[in-house]
């Protein structure tokens, strides 16, 4: 049976991840934190392991006799840069040490993020051998675990996976967009109109598990995102008539976005708890452009997504009110 460790098992594309190998017959350990919330994952046959990758000591036990590494834990939101390269650089480097040190890896791989490559400025799809250009700290973060992902591949094989948006059951991020549509408003961010790619998580997934296992894949990058991209206002369109839900369009304009976004940023630092919406993430709103290219992957290794818009909306759409989301 193959062995696989998992880090943020516990998360929106780290819970899906663990429900998939298990279905391939890995041996799946889950390494999170001692205070994550394992809702998704807790009645899974797994083994949890509990540390923090900014403790090295921690790692060790998890790795022994492990031969695959899914590494999706990151920070997302905090309130500095250094905050996020605590995790997203120094944390990264600390587990592959770890996975260098125990001697059995035979594949590790990082999912990574479009937000390393920066917006596009024409409508035009990023291809995996654009430069990058991050504008947010997290976006930089993440390059830079990349960049430490690629310097291991001579100790082991690598794969670095970048996903667009990701939505479907479980995500949190998108789920303002539905709610603001069950309640009848069509948000349509600034004046232009903005395009971007997304994929759904089964999708996402299904790439993740097909290339760790695939020779062709070692020490490659791929995009993985749905052949088609999407103007903003479309995928909104497409929720109002899934949620079967008549709603007003109306237009925030990138300055508003902005002053929301400054106010959240205040509220966040009085209750201690970095916010969704910060400077940073109005900045990444704003541009009109966010979309790349899945041919690499769908040449290389025959990855497609599959999953239309709609059936994808559908079936976020369901979990969100089979679970009190919506």
Not at 57 to 79: I, M, N, S
Not at 180 to 198: E, N, T
Not at 246 to 254: E, G, L, N
């Amino acid at each position: 049976m193959k062995t696989a460790l998992v880090t943020g098992a516990n998360g929106f594309i780290g819970s899906f991840l663990v429900e998939r190998l298990i279905k391939e017959g890995f041996d799946v350990r889950c390494f999170v934190r001692e205070t994550s919330n394992l809702r998704w994952i807790k009645d899974l046959p797994v083994k949890f392991y509990y540390g923090a990758l900014l403790e090295p000591e921690t790692l060790v036990e998890p790795l022994k006799d492990v031969e695959y590494v899914f590494h999706t834990a990151a920070k997302k939101r905090a309130f500095a840069e250094a905050e996020y390269n605590e995790v997203n650089h120094f944390g990264t480097l600390n587990l592959l040490e770890a996975c260098k040190n125990a001697g059995s890896i035979k594949r590790f791989i990082y999912v990574s993020s479009l937000a390393v490559t920066g917006p596009n400025p024409k409508e035009k799809p990023w291809t995996e051998d654009a430069p990058c250009n991050p504008i947010s700290f997290y976006g930089s973060s993440k390059l830079k675990g990349e960049e430490d992902v690629r310097k291991y591949n001579s100790f082991f094989p690598v794969t670095i996976i970048r996903p667009p948006a990701v939505y479907g059951p479980r995500d949190t991020d998108l789920l303002p967009i539905f709610k603001a549509v069950k309640w009848g408003i069509k948000p349509k961010l600034g004046i232009r109109k903005r395009i971007m790619s997304i994929v759904y998580v089964d999708d996402l997934i299904g790439a993740i598990s097909h290339s760790s296992q695939s020779e062709v894949a070692s020490g490659k990058t791929y995009f993985v995102c749905s052949k088609n991209y999407y103007p903003y206002d479309e995928i909104v369109e497409r929720i109002s008539f899934n949620l079967n839900k008549r709603a007003i369009s109306i237009k925030i304009p990138s300055p508003l976005i902005y002053v929301a976004a400054f106010i959240n940023q205040v509220f966040a630092r009085i209750r201690g708890k970095a916010a969704v919406l910060n400077i940073q993430k109005a900045g990444e709103m704003t541009k009109r452009f966010w979309i790349c290219s899945p041919n690499k992957i769908e040449k290389e290794l025959g990855i497609v997504a599959k999953t239309s818009l709609d059936e994808g909306i559908k079936k976020t759409i369901d979990w969100y009110k089979s679970n009190k989301y919506l």
